[in-house]
Antibody, heavy 118, light 110 residues
Framework: QVQLVQSGAEVKSPGASVKLSCRTS????????MNWVRQAPGHGLEWMGW????????NYAQKIQGRVLLTTDTSANTAYMELTTLTFDDTAVYYC???????????WGQGTRVTVSS | QSALTQPASVSGSPGQSITISCSGS?????????VSWYQQHPGKAPKLLIY???SRPSGVPNRFSGSKSGIAASLTISGLQAEDEADYFC??????????FGGGTRLTVL
């Protein structure tokens, strides 16, 4: 089964950017549908966007449109999520999640904690 | 788009059955059969329980089942066990090719 391994925790200042990675183990990222989901402390899950790895097509949540960019490097079996102009409200655990189908996500990364602090 | 609506909490005793509701709109649950349910234990990543309204991934016990009627979906857990105590989230694909989550339901096994 595919496993997703995410990069380590980040601490950023307001206004900065963060770029997180999500690497697949054992299988290729080709023909994969990768989503990013975040969870603020004590809150529920929030979908951020998806990317289809074979053609790079993306769709983003309206709330963060213009601040988020999803990319992949299939040669490195790695997906990336970059979020710019960070505010305190972006403090959350960020998950990559995906599978062969777009509409449900059978594999999740372990999560990356991003803290925005002055 | 607003989040899907779930009850904040439900509870049940071991062996009992509980149902968690998830209410949406014609722009999400009412249009697509792409409703999924995820289970999340504290400090852990979510786990897929149900997809496409009522399908279970391999390894998920058949105590977990899903259904949908109109703009609402539901997750039923029968034969409650202590390890079922967790947060449960519904999600649906939408007419904007995006996804909406419910606010989550905390299940307490008494």
């Amino acid at each position: 089964q595919v496993q997703l391994v995410q990069s380590g925790a980040e601490v950023k200042s307001p206004g900065a950017s963060v770029k997180l990675s999500c690497r697949t183990s054992r299988y290729s990222l080709v023909n994969y549908r990768m989503n990013w989901v975040r969870q603020a402390p004590g809150h529920g899950l929030e979908w951020m966007g998806w990317i289809i790895t074979e053609n790079g097509n993306t769709n983003y949540a309206q709330k963060i449109q213009g601040r988020v960019l999803l990319t992949t490097d299939t040669s490195a079996n790695t997906a990336y999520m970059e979020l710019t102009t960070l505010t305190f409200d972006d403090t959350a655990v960020y998950y990559c999640a995906g599978g062969q189908k777009l509409h449900h996500w059978d594999t999740w990364g372990q999560g990356t904690r991003v803290t925005v602090s002055s | 788009q607003s989040a899907l609506t779930q009850p904040a909490s439900v509870s049940g005793s071991p062996g009992q059955s509980i149902t968690i509701s998830c209410s949406g709109s014609i722009f999400d649950i009412g249009t697509y059969n792409f409703v999924s349910w995820y289970q999340q234990h504290p400090g852990k990543a979510p786990k897929l329980l149900i997809y496409d309204v009522n399908s279970r991934p391999s390894g998920v016990p058949n105590r977990f089942s899903g259904s949908k009627s109109g703009i609402a979906a539901s997750l039923t857990i029968s034969g409650l066990q202590a390890e079922d105590e967790a947060d449960y989230f519904c999600t649906s694909y939408t007419t904007s090719a995006s996804f909406l989550f419910g606010g989550g339901t905390r299940l307490t096994v008494l």
